[in-house]
Every structure is written in structure tokens, then in C-alpha cells.
């Protein structure tokens, strides 16, 4: 729908600062999946009433990381500017507030989901896409064009962190606080102990998702980078939605992975079948119909796109399953594969800088760093479940 109004140029810019903005909210991903741990483990221990204080102490820590990433974002504004060729300045406050409310969204939904409060969760998202379309393409229309749509971003993210947190923070009233729960500065340490680990491996996963887009708007001319762009919006449909089985897996391994080998294979069989199957079914409808698609999603102006949307699929559709796969080794705790993801995105970085002078340069470099991480993950996972104890 913004894409109709933007255009190809304007969009090839929104699509760019999406995608940083996706690398930087890794930030936010990474504590996400420290709540989603804490909270999982007091609701396996039925310690509910412990749940809501914990949220209370650690949401203003992660408001205050989500305003660190923000100063950082507007200290560097400078520079992204001039390489994504985006040179409004109210383009980059509008950019940092998101990142402020996003990281605080993200982290309040992981305590939601480790609570297997899956419907609030689900309900955070959900309001967080309508409002955050309603919003962008209303300030659009108004001619606000970039600085509108990310205005859009921000507000609808500041919906999805209301319904969460609301209800979170009340959740004590359905038990008493447990005597053994941690304190303040427990709880801060552990949590960003913690995130740091996991931002290893978080920051390295969700930048092999994002990093195309970004040499693209420096490489490429403006209609052909909102092409390009149109076509990522598109196969990132895949690995959006193979992680949504990501939300259930998450929780049950880090369970699992302490009490039972068997159940925790069957746990993976499902989700890891369930996600090939997935990825296989978004590939055949992109080079299948991908006029199609473009025709319906973008408009006749962005007609080009069709010609990339196939081979960007396949490229999708590997890092569906490898951030499938390091979602599985993060829940658990196995952090090493961290090491592969980062030597995966230095490697791409350099590729593309270099020679990611064309689309399907681009989407070619990618293939190749993703298939070649593919079988690492696996190995790590399959250690990781001969390390879960032999017990019905």
C-alpha cells in the first residue's frame, strides 16, 4: 500500500532504512529471548506471581538499551545518510524513536511468550501491524512520505508495546510474588549477561536477513534499489513465516532440552519439517507467480521486480531454515555457532561491498554464504540434542 504511494525511489529508501533498522533491533531481539528464558522457567516452575515483578524491574533496563541504540542511530545518522543517500534529518529522528519503542516492544512480547501467554502475544502483533499500516499510510497521503512511513513504524510499535505491557504488569494480581525471586540488580545482571551471548548469535542471523538491501540502495540506481527492495518485501514473507513456528519451538526446547531427548526430537522433527515444508511452498508461489504477486502487492510500476523475486527466494528460503536453526541453538543456550554466523556475515559484507555491483549479484552472494552455513547449523543442533537427557 506505500509502495502506491512512495514510488520506486522513495521505497528503495524505506526498504533501506527498514533493514537497519532490523539490524540495530536485533538489540531488542536478544533480550527478547532472555525474557522469553526467565519467564519460560517461572512458568514451568508454576511460579506465575513471579512473572509480573520481573517484567516491572527489567522493562525500564530495556528502555534504556532502546535509547542507547537510538543516540548511537542519531550519532551515525551522518554517515548512513550520505552512503543510503537519505539525507532528510527528520527522516532520522522519526527512524530513532522506532528504535527506541521497538527494542521496548520486543523484549515486553519474549516475557509474554516465555509466560506461553501466546494469545497476548499474538494480540501485541497483531495491533502493532494494523495500527503501524493505518498510521504510515495515513501521514503518507498527507505528503509526508519517508518521515511519514516512519512515523507509521514508531506508532504502531508503541500500540504493540501498550497491549503487552498492560497486561504483563498486572499479571501479579493473579499470585503473590515468590520469595525467591530475584531482585533488581539480579535480575539486570543476569539479563544482560545474557543478552550479550545472545546477541552473538541474534546480530549475526537477523544481519544475513537484512545486509542485501542496504548495498543495494548504495549500489544501485533509485528505481532499480525500489525493484530490488520490492522484491526482498516479498521473499521475506518465507523466513517471517517459518519463524512464526519459532514462537512455539523456542520455549519447548529451552524446556525440553533439560528433561527429555525423546520429546525434544519430536519437538524438532515437527517444527524443522514443518519449516522445510514451509519454505518449499513460499518458493514454488514466487516462481510461479511472481507477476502475479508484484502486480497485486506493488502495482504495475513495480513490474521489474517480478524478474528477481524468484532467485531472492531461494535465497529466503536458506536463511529461513538457518535462523530457524540458530532460534533452536539460542533457546537452548548453545551460543558457539555465533562464531560461523559472524565469519558468514563478515564474508557477505566484503562480497557484496565489492562486488554485489548488480541484483542478482546481490541475491547470488547470499545463496552462497547461507548454503555453506546451512550444514554447520545442523551439526551444532544435532549435538545439542545428543547433549538433552536419555528419559522418556
Known sequence: MLSRSLGPDNYGSLAALISVASILGVIGSAINVVAMRETARMWAAHDDGAIAGFVRRTAWYATGIGAITAIALLTGAPLLAGYLHVAQPTVWFAFA??????????????????AHRFGLFAASL???????????????????????????????SAAGLAV????????????????????????????????????????????????????????????????????GTLARIIPFAVGLIGVILMPKSAALHRSSRTSLERVLQLTFGAGVAGSVIGLLCAWLGSDLLVRVMFGVQFSPAAAILPLYAVDTALIAICTLGTNYLVAVGDYAIGWYVFAAVVAEAVLMALFGLSPFRLIGIGIVVNALLLPVIAAHAWRSIQEAPAVA
Open 164 to 231: 503487552v505491557m498492560v497486561v504483563m504488569a498486572r499479571r501479579s494480581a493473579m499470585g503473590a510474588p515468590s520469595p525467591a525471586a530475584p531482585g533488581i540488580v539480579t535480575d539486570h545482571l543476569r539479563l544482560g549477561g545474557e543478552s550479550l551471548k545472545v546477541l552473538a548469535v541474534a546480530a549475526g542471523t537477523i544481519t544475513l536477513v537484512y545486509l542485501d538491501p542496504i548495498f543495494a540502495k548504495h549500489h544501485l540506481d533509485g528505481l532499480t534499489a525500489g525493484y530490488y527492495g520490492a522484491a
Open 97 to 114: 524513536v522506532y528504535l527506541l519503542v521497538g527494542i521496548t516492544a520486543t523484549y515486553a512480547r519474549g516475557a509474554a511468550q516465555g
Open 126 to 156: 497483531l495491533t502493532e501491524a494494523v495500527v503501524k499500516l493505518a498510521s504510515a499510510v495515513a501521514l503518507v497521503a498527507l505528503g509526508y512520505a519517508v518521515v511519514g512511513a516512519m512515523g507509521g513504524l514508531a506508532i504502531g
